[in-house]
């Protein structure tokens, strides 16, 4: 309710652009009245958290049990008025108060539209989880302080038993001699002048060995007390990382607690926002993957039913009312779900994050492929479905095979929607969308798209308690990573993701860092990489004249040098996986063409056949990421 007051307000704001002092210290006074302990003025009284708005069904339940009703778009309750309390001295509200301080038309506000809850809701997921990311990496770097702070412990505790040792063995040879071993003086004799040399010359002895023996406790002494430090240091770094791993935790609780508010029609919302058109079938099997979510989630809605957080789904004997165990082919209860009837039909209910991770993982249709990369422009496998689960607020490690060892393990037969999906060799891993679909960042496609589950997958649900164990590795296959096709010997068809050759949009390619000049994200990186070497080596940058040509492009090159340019729709740089290059390259052999021929394929880059010197068509300045002419 804060959250749609403070924008009908702005919006009121916007309309009133004439503002007195007087009316601005009435605003300020106004925006502190509203800050957390402040008093909170509404101009109607609000519906109790757990009062279902006018028109809705809602599932009830015995006095006794917890509440689960869940806040849908039209409701109010302190969550949304804390949160926005604590920004209430911030741009967005002040203009919102200062607004209803000012002469209004007698027209009362409508409720904010799922569009802008489901955008708000977002922001913040993504600011929160920016802040553990942060955290987390502040996590890694404590318990790497408590590693070395171990490591040099034990290593004081090896030299304090070595001290120890020498000390102690030292002792008890001492103990053993007689008083002129100890002392060696004792056996001068008045009558033996002639032994009188050798004996001083052990009592020298025996004072020096005593010396070495008082060094050895004060080094023994000294090596306690630096093992007393090290174990002040463990104990401090280990408080640092309790410290820093109960602010993280406390980052994710929060973003759970925050999903769980989502109503399904803003959560449906929310799975639209951000995805990216592709080519072809692909764009097709997104779509209908997309609108099979939506269906669901109006489902729900229109049976009033909320997802309940996956906490208040672990104890069978104790659900929210109106929802029962989910059952699986043989009778049994399938962990992490449960079953609502609406109407005369059971439906399957997910917990509210797998609802905000599911929807969250369709957000990024589209988005392109790079390897190690987990958002929010890019993806690989792993990262992303840790960025899709971090938005439900659980944290994921960031490889396929982590996430196996560390997930409960559930059979096929009962996956669910969020489940995680990996290939049959652990390589690959994506979301699990119900009637065979997999939602992920495929190295196959160079893009987030749905796919289908391949036969012999595994998977684990997330939700779940981690295993007491790692799961056992899954058995080797032969697949390149993220599902990425090995390589085979010779020329391969350039076309990639479904597009036509010149069709591809410019928001699955990533920038090069030069003008407007785009690759295919791979490409790219390999490219970034290939340019830095250049420049370690002749001290200028790798100059580039040409990258991806779009069809018009090519239309445009092929009319202005029909010899040179390739027919449109055919070209190379078509594929976003040619470049042509400049400052020396361009010419054969140069010490820049030189250079380039001997290291460009640690890059990935070759020079077709075609292109070199004496070849049919010398091109000298033409690259191909990987044999394609």
């Known amino acids: ?101 000012l002469p209004t038309p007698q027209q009362p506000a409508g409720p904010l539209d799922t569009t802008t809850l489901a955008l708000t809701a977002r922001s913040s997921l993504l600011e929160q989880a920016d802040v553990y990311r942060r955290l987390a990496e502040d996590v890694d770097r404590r318990r790497e302080r408590l590693a070395d702070a171990r490591a040099a412990e034990q290593e004081a505790r090896e030299r304090v038993a070595g001290r120890q040792q020498a000390v102690g063995a030292d002792a008890a040879a001492l103990y053993r001699s007689g008083p002129t071993d100890r002392l060696p003086v004792f056996g001068l004799d008045i009558r033996n002048a002639a032994a009188a040399e050798g004996v001083l010359y052990q009592q020298a002895l025996a004072e020096r060995s005593e010396r070495e023996r008082e060094s050895a406790v004060a080094r023994a002494e000294r090596t306690a007390a630096s093992l007393d430090a090290a174990v002040a240091r463990v104990s401090a770094a280990r408080a640092a990382l309790t410290d820093a791993e109960d602010r993280a935790n406390a980052v994710l609780a929060g973003m759970r607690a925050e999903v769980d508010q989502l109503a399904p029609e803003v959560s449906g919302v929310l799975a639209g926002l951000g995805t990216i058109p592709v080519a072809g079938a692909q764009q097709a099997r997104n779509e209908q993957a ?163 589950m391949v036969p012999g997958s595994a998977a684990v649900r997330v939700p779940l308690a981690a295993p007491t164990e790692a799961n056992a590795p899954l058995p080797a296959v032969r697949e390149g990573d993220c599902g990425a096709p090995l390589p085979a010997p010779g020329p391969v068809n350039p076309a990639w993701g479904g597009w036509l050759n010149g069709r591809i949009p410019v928001e699955a390619l990533c920038r090069l860092g030069v003008a407007g000049h785009a690759l295919r994200c791979d490409a790219a990186a390999s490219y970034g990489a290939l340019a830095d070497a250049y420049t370690a080596e002749f001290g200028t940058p790798l100059c580039i004249t040409d990258s991806y040509r779009s069809f018009g492009g090519q239309v445009a090159a092929f009319y202005a040098k029909p010899k040179l340019a390739a027919v449109p729709g055919t070209s190379n740089h078509g594929w976003a996986l040619a470049v042509d290059l400049c400052g020396g390259v361009n010419v054969a052999f140069t010490p820049q063409w030189n250079w380039m021929t001997a290291n460009a394929a640690r890059f990935g880059f070759v020079q077709p056949d075609w292109a070199r010197p004496g070849a049919e068509k010398p091109e000298p300045w033409h690259w191909e990421y990987g044999v394609i002419s």
Not at 10 to 37: I, M, S, Y
Not at 314 to 329: K, Q, V, W, Y
Not at 386 to 410: E, I, K, R, Y
Request: net charge positive.
């Open 1 to 101: 309710m804060a959250l749609r007051e403070a924008l009908a307000l702005r919006q009121a704001a916007a309309a009133r652009p004439g503002v007195t002092a007087e009316q601005l210290a009435a605003a300020r006074a106004a925006v502190a009245a509203r800050a957390p302990g402040g008093a909170r003025s509404s101009g109607a009284p609000s519906r109790g958290r757990g009062r279902p708005a006018p028109g809705r069904k809602a599932v009830r339940r015995a006095p006794a049990k917890r509440r689960t009703k869940r806040i849908r778009a039209e409701r109010t309750g302190t969550p949304w008025s804390t949160r926005l309390g604590v920004v209430a001295t911030s741009a967005l509200l002040l203009p919102a108060v200062l607004a209803i301080m």
């Open 290 to 452: 997309m609108q099979r979510w939506r269906d669901y989630l109006a489902r729900l809605t229109a049976g009033g039913i909320a997802p309940p957080p996956a906490a208040e789904l672990t104890d069978l004997d104790d659900l929210p009312a109106g929802l029962s165990p989910a059952l699986d082919a043989d009778g049994n209860p399938v962990p992490g779900v449960v079953w609502a009837i609406i109407g005369s039909e059971p439906v399957t209910v997910l917990p509210a994050e797998t609802v905000a991770a599911v929807s969250n993982a369709l957000s990024q249709l589209g988005k392109p492929f790079v390897a190690g990369t987990a958002g929010p422009e890019t993806y690989d496998c792993g990262g992303f479905t840790a960025a899709a689960w971090l938005m439900g607020g659980h944290a994921l490690p960031g490889t396929p095979a982590a996430q196996w060892a560390s997930g409960a393990a559930v059979p096929l037969r009962d996956l669910q929607i969020g489940d995680l999906v990996f290939s049959p060799g652990g390589a690959d891993v994506g979301i699990y969308l119900g009637d065979g679909d997999v939602v992920g960042a495929s190295a196959a496609s160079y893009q987030v798209g749905v796919r289908a």
